[in-house]
């Protein structure tokens, strides 16, 4: 008997409306364990090299691990891969929510999606059944509306659906995933890879609970959460969620501002968790938020997700479209120099409405303020919209317009990268892309470890890839168990901070494998130690499974996600950071001053390279690393990158 | 402002002013406060000081909490 694991990945061919069912063994799922390495592993064999993202050759898959669906915090997330339509790389993106649990108990672990279909279609996953239905009458609907018409027409309202919005359909280039209406496979534009194929939404229905090996081990590690949640701050993590760390981000510097030009936004009280809290999430009249303004996923005891409801005025928001993470409320906030609240939870609503990253939006918009700002852009070119800093009626506008593709929006549906390129003028200058994703909010010329992350991650920059800087000081136990035992000062971008980046790297790798929330399961401020990561693990599957297996599993999923790269010819020329990180210091606050040294970064990047085993000319893996991570197949059966590897 | 507000005696706006012992060092004011969680300290700007820091009259002291995502 499999535990964990349901044992069935349904291939899907929309081309073909053929549906098939393939169950791999019990190595498989060790080898790859879930996720971000199971969905490669079908990327790397079934995805033809140079493939527009778009193509219906583009293979999309979507993959819970080896923990979804067992009851405890932080297992039910799902990943999704396929080549990016944003950056032209390997895209990336995990999401929450109750979506993975109910498609693991549905009866399939993944769901490899290849293909288009000549009319719109979902995708039926009940009880260990796979069916295309017709949605030729959900096309064009939001994603509140359509949720709520498959609950009516399926006469079940504990369906889950992952789906596309008009966004997706309209292929903007960063459009999501999203469940429950509010939760996002946000990053690198999977939505418009869906959107491509006219796959509207996966649905899911089942009650096929996965068995558990050890149920006395794991009923420990259920204790656990609440003997952990007050040492780790867990509780007050749950209790504002991660927009608590607005304020905390200004006071060290680093709270992107003006389109990552400052460090120090002066109105960060009015976006930070504690005024979401206290004056905006559901039940805050009544002091009642814990009950009606903050939600979870399934089986999670933290509750970190914020549902925020505004009932009248120009910024009137349902309370089923959730409320703004930390990311979101820096995007649409302080990256465009936004401080009012109502407008940062209407334009987060509207991209979970219409399936679009915030991330990515509220970074584009902001590049094109400061464009603005900066003369390169005028009302000729926006249709009238005046798009200066602090506009908040002009962003709101501005999203919707970019979700429907509508006049200036529809360059800015492109991303940055590709609106400076259409536009000109010198406008990349402004960019704070790396690989053509917009940067999250946290500040490399801050979090030294972090520049080099951001530019060498496969899937453009990203802050869930590694641990950030101040973690491998305030952690030390935490960190010697992953065998980092010499903290650095801070600033610092030496061998050691590459070494603490790589491994820390590995580890999120892992934790985006095995599929797991990266606020429960990690190296420093997790509900759970990286050791208890192991211990569930093999709780649930009976293995006996050690730190340095876990460790490799996420380092094979780094180099498989490394290789698909190689193989489309991406390699060190495009593992770069934003210009104005080298050329412009940061102004205010405490992070006055602070700039890249080109040189010095440089250095770093290739001292990162050598860790990896990655060819420091090229960047791409080597054929030693490849064979030794089991991932010699990667290579032999790809002509391209038999060349390239070696 | 971070969940660390909510330690805080009189809190305004996230800052309060605090009487210590002599000789008090970080551990020290963290305890009274009873933030039992790690977190990360700046006295006077400066990251580098040890949690056995001794305390001087008229400090401003930030504290952190740690987290690598959101």
Redesign the interface.
Known sequence: MSYGYTGKILHVNLSKSELEIEEPDEQFYRTYMGGSAMGMHYVLKETPVGVDPFSPDNVLALCTGILTGTPISGQSRLTSVAKSPLTGCIGDAQGGGYFPAEMKFSGFDAVIIKGRSPKPVYLWLHHGEAELCDASHLWGLTTGDAEDKLKEELDDKRIEVLQIGPAGENLVRYSALISMSNRANGRTGMGAVMGSKNLKAVVVRGKMKPAIANPEKFKELQKLAKANL????M???G??G?P??C??QH??GGLPTYNFNSGNFDKH?EI???KLYNEHLRGHEKDDQNRFGRDTCFSCSIKCKRVAQIDEGPFKTEAKYGGP???TL?TFGSYCGISDMDAIIHANALCNMYGMDTISCGATIAWAMECWEEGKLTMKDTGGIELKYGNAEAMVKITEMIAKREGFGEILAEGSKKAAEIIGRGTEEYLITSKGQEA???MPQVKRSLSVIYAANPFGAD??SS??D??Y???PERMKEIGLTNPQ??LALNKEMMRFAMITQHLSSAVDSISVC??IF?A??QLYTPEQLVQAINAVMGWNVDMEEILEVGERRLNMLRAFNSREGVGRESDTLPKKMFKRPLKGG?SDGYVLNEEEWEAALEDYYRLCDWDVETGHPSLKKMESLGLGWVVAENNVLSEVIN | MGPLVDFLPDSDKGKATMILNNDSTITDMLDKLQIKRKVVVAVNGDEEKGLDHVLSDGDEVLVFTVISGG
């Open positions: 007050e040492p780790t701050g509780d007050g993590f209790k504002y991660t608590g760390v304020s905390p006071r060290a009280e930070d968790g504690h993470e930390y990311e820096a999250p909010a946290h802050h869930e641990e950030h101040p973690g000081k305030a952690y000062e801070k990266a606020f990690g420093s401020f405490r």
